[in-house]
């Protein structure tokens, strides 16, 4: 997977250099959640808060895990660490494209499968829908153009706080 960090890497050295430029004296960030389909599998790279879900049999599955506060101190919790300052903020990002080098970003591998769909969308999407009518969504019958749309629409209804942003895969014939 190489060449995949060797990308995270570059698109990171971008960003953060366009950030020095545009605002020296904090930089500037994003998330990227992006997905490679090769030979019946599926990469992802993923930093930050936006979301890839699968659907899959009319079940729902979570393929990303969002790099904040919150995640990071249950998952030292889950390690058996003691975790002596909760912060009021848990959804701050502890890890972003443009933060100063080394990225350490996840990539994985998904084996795909005929039927199943995709769905990749920042937290607008995240924060304003309940995951349980992300999944209903999803498992509707909808083109996949429609559906973006709709679900843009239904987090904006819901309160939108943050941009919202979605992108829908169908996966045919493998």
């Avoid at 960090?5 to 994003?30: W, Y």
């Avoid at 494209?97 to 969308?121: K, S």
Wanted: a negative charge; hydrophobic letters at 40%.
């Amino acid at each position: 997977m190489g060449d995949y960090q060797a990308c995270l890497a570059e698109v990171n050295r971008v960003v953060h250099e366009l950030g020095r430029t545009l605002s020296p004296a904090h930089g500037i960030g994003s998330t990227l959640t992006a997905t490679h389909f090769t030979g019946g599998r599926m990469v992802v790279l993923h930093v930050g808060d936006s979301s890839l879900f699968r659907w899959r049999d009319g079940k729902l599955a979570a393929l990303t895990l969002d790099h904040n506060v919150g995640n990071e101190i249950r998952q030292r919790l889950a390690r058996g660490e003691t975790v002596d300052n909760f912060p009021r903020n848990r959804s701050a990002l502890t890890r972003c494209i443009g933060q100063p080098p080394p990225l350490l970003g996840d990539i994985t591998a998904q084996l795909v499968q005929v039927g199943d769909r995709y769905l990749l969308c920042s937290d607008g999407v995240t924060r304003a829908l309940p995951l349980p009518e992300i999944g209903q969504l999803l498992g509707e019958q909808a083109e996949p153009a429609d559906l973006c749309q709709h679900l843009v629409a239904r987090a904006n209804q819901g309160g939108g706080m943050d941009n919202a942003t979605a992108v829908v895969i169908d996966l045919g014939l493998l």
